[in-house]
C-alpha cells in the first residue's frame, strides 16, 4: 500500500530540515519507491557533499520556493526551537489538498496552524530513528482539518519507516515523545552502561563494548521475534538463585531501581516536551 501511494502523490513531498530525523524519513521512502524527481529538500545548511549527493539521485535541493507546484506532503522536520523563524517562509506552500507532517517534538498543532493557516491540513507525528532501518515507531494525532484520505497517506508514509499508532488525544504526544521518539537513546545508553559496568567487573574495555553491544541488540532481536512478554523473556534470563537474580535484586529494587529512575527520566522528556511547545 506504501509504494503505490509514495509512486502516486498528486505533488512533491517537500522536507524542511533534512537531518538525522527527516533525513532518515527521505531515505527510507526514496528506498519505498517516492520517485526522486518528487522529493524537494530544504535545508539552508546542508553540507555541500549532503546537497550534491542527494541532487546527484534527482532530488531537488533548496529550489526557490515560488518555483515549486503545490506539495502532496509537507514535512516539518526542523528542530521545535527554530520553529519561529523556518515555518513562515514555507507556509505560502501549503495549499488545499497538502498534507503537513510535523514530527517536531513538542511543537502543538494549534501552534503550527497560527503560522501555516487555521486550513492547513496538519499531523503530528513522533517518529524515532530506528526508521532508517524500517523498524521506526511513530506516534501520529491528526488536526481539525485533515480528510480521511490525507491520514490514509500520512498513514502511508508513516508506514514507510515503521510502525504507526495513531492517538486521538494530543496531550498524550509529550508522553509518547518520552516513550518512544527518546525511547532509542535509552537503549543505546544501556549498552553504553553495560559496557563501562564491564569494565569496572574487570573486562578488558572492547571486549565489553562488544558483548553488551551484541547482548543489548541480541536482546532487542528475541524480543522481537517472540509472542512472549518481556516480563517472561526476562524470567527466562533468571535461574533461581543465579546471577542474574542477584543483579535484577538491584535493578528492579523498588526504590532506587530501574523502575522509578525510568519513571523520572519519562517525566523529565515529557515536561521537556511541555515547554518545546512554546
Ligand atoms: N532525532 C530523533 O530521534 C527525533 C525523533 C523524533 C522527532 N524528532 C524531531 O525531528 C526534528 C529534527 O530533529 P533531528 O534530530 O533530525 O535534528 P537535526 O539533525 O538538527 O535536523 C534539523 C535540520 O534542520 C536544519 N535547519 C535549521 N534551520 C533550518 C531552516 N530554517 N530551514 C530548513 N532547515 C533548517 C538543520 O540545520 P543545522 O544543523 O545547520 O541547524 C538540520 O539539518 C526535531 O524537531 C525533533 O524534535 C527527532
Redesign the pocket.
Known sequence: MSESVLKSLSGPVVL????????AMLEGWLKLGLPADKAVV?????PAETAAALAGRGVLVNPALASLPAPAVLLL????Q?AP??LPPVAPLVRAGTVVVS???GRTLGTMAGILGAQAAIVRA????PAAIGRGVSVAVAGPTVTAAQRELATALLGAIGIVEWIGDEALMDAATAVS?SG?AYAFLLAEVLAQAGVAAGLPAELSARIARATVSGAGALMDQSDLPAATLRQNVTSPGGTTAAALAVLMDAGKGFGPLMVEAVAAATKRGKELAG
Do not use: F, Q, R, S
Open positions: 524542511l530540515g533534512a537531518g538525522k530525523m527527516g533525513g530544504l535545508d539552508p545548511n546542508l522536520a526542523v528542530k521545535p527554530v523563524e523556518a514530527i517536531m517534538a513522533i517518529p524515532n530513528t521518539g532509542p
